[in-house]
């Protein structure tokens, strides 16, 4: 079923509900959405004469037109490929070029830098900038029917972010979003019509994917006018718009409750904060919890299952009392509900609860694979279970906690060390604001444990100290580096490669 039919349920049955909103200011209702969607779509297949399955790619900053230049193409029966806005102009030259898009939608912020690279892609036909004539005349296109998509079609290729190497298309499917949405209502949130989505984080990517539960109860949906994160925005936002929902890295978490708590701001006007995409340390989700109450939830996927691996429900974040609360907070939660999700040996042999191996996981929201792309795509999903590349450990009622990428794991004198773990136990100090731990080449061990941490007021010697009172000696950082800042990618995660190779040329400094 075509991921358009929720826009033409929700624009039948709530003509008039405000659809999308930029800050406060109201731009379409669902009818309005629906018809200039209903157009574009007629462009796109009657004016260009595109096929079923054609990729169009979207390379935009968060944008009023980015859920009609989406919910266009799937009408027209076309597959998107939303593309990071921060990549450099010749990393999306690439994504064009391997996706084989015919189309590209591009916003005005973006398009003086891509012009030059557009010539060498022989697939692409046209490009539009919303806002611009070209693209208005699209609008006042004929409309065209929904088309019909199978379950398995291509909806969304997800390029992964990928700390190294090459990105590579996944292909996520019409049932892979369905199924992804009706966990978002069983084991995230039960959305209201009165409810609004903001878009602080890039719609490209899992924000951006959690519309569809909004689009399925006509509620609002709102580009914030910065276009991105901006805590005092968002407070505002809160205040006048009300029942606000956003999906938010750990990163940006941890900044909108440090502003709150700075500020005493009010943070009754937030419903739910859905976090991850990365570690949030147990000491962060405290913080967040104390200072904003019961309005989190935690979700952990990949783009290979988008958005849908596990999910660490507002109740369990709330119960205190339980013997366990500790790790549960500590965790990533239990297995989502269309989804299996296991602890597995490198054989593939479920490890016993407890054990630490790769996670793997089975059901409706995993890719179909990689595209064109068959040795990834072997490598990844093997007898139908995605090998996630995630260690981890569940416990005897079934909640995960993460360790590591398995490619992060330090090895020293054969003993297996976690990073999160020393990292967790770093962060308890006062002064350590961010630590990255990692492992660096060293004859006699192998590799050592060495800590990158971003701080004041703090030395080696108290953070050893803290290491002896909680973890086995053999975890202990071997060296400290105190440094201004932690390499991140766009999306707020440390990059650990980066790191390796910064202090790879640098000489420890203590
Ligand atoms: P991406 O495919 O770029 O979204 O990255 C997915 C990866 O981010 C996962 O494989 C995990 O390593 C990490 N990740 C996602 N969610 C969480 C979470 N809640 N806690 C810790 N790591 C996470």
Redesign the pocket.
């Known amino acids: 079923m075509n991921l358009a039919q929720l826009l033409v349920r929700a624009a039948r049955v709530h003509p008039e509900r405000p659809a999308v909103l930029v800050g406060d200011r109201p731009q379409w209702t669902y009818r309005e959405l629906a018809d200039r969607t209903s157009r574009l779509a007629g462009h796109l297949r009657n004016g260009l004469g595109l096929q079923p399955g054609d990729r169009v790619a979207v390379y935009m900053t968060n944008h009023v037109a980015y859920l009609e230049v989406l919910y266009a193409a799937w009408w027209a029966g076309l597959a998107v490929v939303p593309i990071n806005a921060k990549l450099h102009p010749r990393e999306v030259e690439f994504i064009l070029g391997d996706a084989g898009a015919a189309v590209l939608f591009v916003s005005d912020d973006l398009a003086a830098g891509l012009q030059p690279l557009l010539g060498g892609l022989p697939a692409l036909r046209r490009a539009f900038t919303p806002g611009d004539p070209a693209y208005e005349t699209a609008l006042a296109a004929p409309s065209v029917a929904p088309a019909h998509r199978a379950p398995d079609d291509l909806a969304w290729l997800f390029y ?2 990928g700390t190294t190497g090459r990105p590579k298309g996944v292909m996520q499917t019409h049932r892979n979003l369905y199924a992804m949405t009706s966990c978002y209502f069983i084991d995230v949130d039960d959305v209201q019509a009165d409810d609004a989505i903001v878009y602080a984080a890039p719609m490209s ?2 924000a951006g994917m959690y519309n569809f539960a909004f689009v399925a109860r006509a509620a609002r949906h709102i580009v914030p006018a910065s276009g991105g994160f901006d805590p005092a925005e968002l407070v505002a936002l809160s205040q006048s718009v009300g029942r606000l929902c956003l999906f938010a890295a750990p990163t940006m978490v941890k900044r909108l409750v440090e502003h709150i708590a700075t500020n005493r701001a009010p943070a009754d006007g937030f419903k739910t904060l859905v ?6 340390y147990a000491q962060d989700i405290q913080a967040a919890l104390t200072t904003m109450g019961p309005r989190f939830v ?7 299952s988008p958005m849908t691996i596990t999910a660490l429900a507002r109740e369990t974040l709330d119960e205190r009392t339980h013997p366990r609360w500790a790790e549960r907070i500590a965790s ?1 939660g239990v297995a989502q509900t269309l989804v299996e999700v296991r602890v597995a040996g490198p054989d593939g042999q479920t490890l016993p609860t407890g054990e630490t191996g790769e996670v793997v996981v089975r059901g409706e929201a995993v890719m179909a694979g990689y595209w064109r792309n068959p040795e990834a795509t072997a490598q990844a999903l093997r007898d139908g279970w995605l090998w ?3 260690m981890g450990a569940m416990d005897a009622d079934g909640y995960l906690t ?1 360790k590591d ?1 398995s490619k992060d794991v330090i090895i020293s004198g054969g003993s297996n060390i976690y990073p999160r773990e020393v990292e967790e136990v770093l962060l308890r100090h006062p002064g350590v604001r961010e630590v990255s731990v990692i492992g660096q080449p060293d004859a006699e061990w192998g590799e050592v444990v060495v800590a990158c941490v971003v701080g004041s007021e703090v030395t080696a010697a108290a953070l050893d100290a803290l290491c002896l009172e909680h973890i086995a000696r053999f975890k202990r950082p071997k060296r400290y580096h105190f440094v201004a800042e932690l390499p991140k990618n766009n ?1 707020g ?1 440390v990059l650990k490669t980066a790191l390796r190779d910064m202090l790879h040329k640098e000489e420890p400094t203590c």
Do not use: A, C, N
């Open positions: 992964t972010s990517h899992g976090y991850g995409g990365g570690p949030m935690q979700i952990y996927g990949q783009g290979e990533v996630t590349g995630d993460l990428r999306y995660k």
